[in-house]
């Protein structure tokens, strides 16, 4: 094996493992579940959020730079740091980390050991997380090495048996809501695309740390890890998705996420089933949480110029993530729907813009494309707090509105706002020129 192709892989690896989460194990066979045989619909608008997304995140965060503030350069720098902030904050100890301890509980632990708190789980989950974390030079490594082959073997063995031994077949969807559209604003809650802006950082600089010098293999090498991460993901969705939406008949409609996944692979490996699934799950979680923490610290320990220390940073994050871990996971995911409608369509349209950039040559286009998407994704962040009991007339006005845009069936309500917005925007003369890259993570001086 060359060294090129196993540096892909080492990283790659460790790149799908850090992406592979909570999120990734306890949605899609949700999805469908309520699908039944709609499920291939369902499955493709989850993957464009949960796979396509987070690789074209990669490929933004690359090609802009390298950092979430080099593609958010073109809108300005307060916004650079107000969307670094918020997607830290997202997928560190507001939500992500959190929800990685709770399912290990819910999924890992529960089932084995019943007696077992949630508080004891939660402990010795970040008392883990924080040894491995806090010496952040040979994460990469570890990840890549050790544990994601094991992960990728328990994996196999339930997408295996779901797909070649299912427990039943497809049946009449549970649910209209769980459409293609339903599938796509479902992917959000993986998070993956709003870790895909700072995973990208953590990837690139264990490829610099690897000795290649040339931005353009760096950047070639860093796509095809990304690619191969989303690869590996999707293949575990399909599985995922299709072992539930064989299941319509077995379970209820409303039997918790965590509860059907466990339910599911005890179905279709026996008793075996429970033991391979806590390990899957103990270890995605386990290093989806370590690489979330690393983010963490390097973040803020640059934003604050070194004045918080990385080891610091973690063990802050470590005790925040603690105690909302304890919620549990149905309340942690409720909790970040608002939040995640209101930002992800936002990073849509940034993802987007970067992606595009050289077809884009006034880049105030960008500012208009982003106020377009964040009208929209405000509203519905107003509608998900109908959940909470939240109602009012002037939101039921604006929904209906939003209802009225072209492809909110799909999802993508934003869409025509942002164009029109950017289209608007491109007309106003840029004062300043903001297009130069400054590259802070490639090895200035060697091309």
């Given at each position: 094996m060359?060294?090129?192709?196993?540096?892909?892989?080492?990283?790659g690896f460790?790149?799908?493992s850090?992406?592979?989460g909570a999120?990734?194990?306890?949605f899609?066979?949700?999805?469908g579940?309520?699908?039944g045989?709609?499920?291939?619909?369902?499955l493709?608008?989850?993957?464009?959020?949960?796979?396509g997304l987070p690789?074209l995140?990669v490929?933004?965060?690359l090609?802009?730079g390298?950092?979430?503030?080099?593609?958010a350069?073109?809108v300005?720098?307060?916004?650079?740091?107000?969307?670094?902030?918020?997607?830290?904050?997202?997928?560190g100890?507001?939500?992500?980390i959190?929800?990685?301890?709770?399912?290990?509980?819910?999924?890992?632990?529960?089932p084995?050991l019943?007696?077992?708190?949630?508080e004891?789980?939660?402990i010795?989950?970040?008392a883990?997380?924080?040894?491995i974390?806090i010496?952040?030079?040979?994460?990469i490594d570890?990840?890549?090495k050790?544990?994601?082959?094991?992960?990728?073997?328990?994996?196999?063995a339930?997408?295996?048996?779901?797909?070649f031994?299912?427990?039943?077949?497809p049946?009449?969807?549970a649910?209209?809501?769980?459409?293609f559209a339903g599938?796509?604003t479902?992917g959000?809650q993986?998070?993956d695309?709003?870790?895909?802006?700072m995973?990208a950082?953590?990837?690139l600089?264990?490829i610099?740390a690897?000795?290649y010098?040339?931005r353009?293999?760096?950047?070639?090498?860093?796509?095809?890890?990304?690619?191969?991460?989303a690869?590996l993901?999707?293949?575990?969705?399909?599985?995922?998705?299709y072992g539930?939406?064989?299941?319509t008949?077995v379970?209820?409609?409303?039997?918790?996420?965590?509860?059907?996944l466990?339910?599911?692979?005890?179905?279709l490996?026996?008793?075996?089933?429970?033991?391979?699934?806590?390990?899957?799950v103990?270890l995605?979680?386990?290093t989806t949480s370590?690489?979330?923490?690393?983010?963490c610290?390097?973040?803020?320990?640059?934003?604050?110029?070194?004045?918080?220390?990385?080891?610091?940073?973690v063990?802050?994050?470590?005790l925040?993530?603690l105690?909302?871990?304890?919620?549990?996971?149905t309340a942690?995911?409720?909790?970040?729907?608002?939040?995640?409608?209101?930002?992800?369509?936002?990073?849509?349209?940034?993802?987007?813009c970067?992606c595009?950039?050289?077809?884009i040559?006034n880049?105030?286009?960008?500012?208009?494309?982003?106020?377009g998407a964040?009208?929209i994704?405000?509203?519905?962040?107003l509608?998900?707090f109908s959940?909470?009991?939240?109602s009012a007339?002037?939101?039921?006005?604006?929904?209906?509105?939003?209802a009225s845009?072209?492809?909110?069936?799909f999802?993508?309500?934003?869409?025509?706002p942002?164009?029109?917005?950017?289209a608007?925007?491109s007309?106003?003369?840029?004062?300043t020129?903001?297009?130069?890259?400054?590259y802070?993570?490639?090895?200035?001086g060697?091309?």
């Amino acid at each position: 094996m060359n060294r090129r192709l196993k540096d892909t892989l080492v990283v790659g690896f460790a790149l799908f493992s850090m992406f592979l989460g909570a999120g990734n194990l306890i949605f899609p066979p949700y999805l469908g579940l309520h699908a039944g045989e709609n499920w291939l619909p369902v499955l493709l608008g989850f993957v464009l959020t949960g796979v396509g997304l987070p690789l074209l995140g990669v490929y933004a965060t690359l090609r802009s730079g390298g950092t979430i503030m080099t593609m958010a350069r073109h809108v300005g720098k307060p916004f650079g740091r107000l969307l670094g902030l918020v997607v830290v904050l997202s997928i560190g100890p507001m939500f992500a980390i959190p929800r990685t301890a709770a399912t290990t509980f819910e999924v890992g632990v529960q089932p084995i050991l019943p007696n077992v708190s949630i508080e004891v789980t939660c402990i010795v989950f970040f008392a883990c997380v924080l040894f491995i974390a806090i010496n952040n030079s040979k994460v990469i490594d570890r990840l890549g090495k050790f544990l994601t082959p094991f992960l990728l073997l328990t994996l196999f063995a339930i997408v295996a048996a779901g797909i070649f031994n299912p427990v039943g077949h497809p049946g009449a969807p549970a649910d209209p809501v769980y459409n293609f559209a339903g599938g796509f604003t479902e992917g959000y809650q993986t998070m993956d695309a709003l870790a895909a802006t700072m995973f990208a950082g953590v990837a690139l600089a264990s490829i610099v740390a690897r000795g290649y010098n040339n931005r353009e293999e760096q950047l070639s090498l860093s796509i095809r890890c990304g690619v191969l991460a989303a690869v590996l993901l999707a293949l575990v969705y399909c599985g995922l998705t299709y072992g539930g939406a064989s299941a319509t008949d077995v379970f209820p409609a409303d039997i918790e996420r965590t509860a059907l996944l466990v339910q599911l692979t005890n179905h279709l490996l026996g008793n075996i089933g429970t033991y391979c699934l806590s390990a899957a799950v103990t270890l995605a979680c386990l290093t989806t949480s370590v690489g979330l923490c690393v983010t963490c610290g390097e973040y803020f320990n640059e934003l604050s110029g070194g004045r918080l220390s990385y080891k610091l940073v973690v063990i802050i994050t470590v005790l925040v993530s603690l105690l909302i871990s304890m919620l549990g996971v149905t309340a942690i995911i409720n909790l970040a729907v608002p939040f995640l409608n209101l930002v992800y369509p936002v990073l849509m349209a940034l993802i987007l813009c970067t992606c595009f950039d050289r077809f884009i040559p006034n880049k105030n286009a960008y500012i208009g494309a982003v106020i377009g998407a964040f009208l929209i994704s405000a509203v519905d962040a107003l509608a998900s707090f109908s959940s909470l009991g939240v109602s009012a007339g002037w939101i039921d006005a604006l929904v209906a509105f939003k209802a009225s845009l072209p492809l909110d069936g799909f999802g993508l309500a934003w869409v025509l706002p942002a164009i029109i917005l950017a289209a608007i925007f491109s007309f106003i003369p840029r004062k300043t020129d903001t297009t130069a890259v400054e590259y802070s993570v490639y090895d200035e001086g060697k091309e």
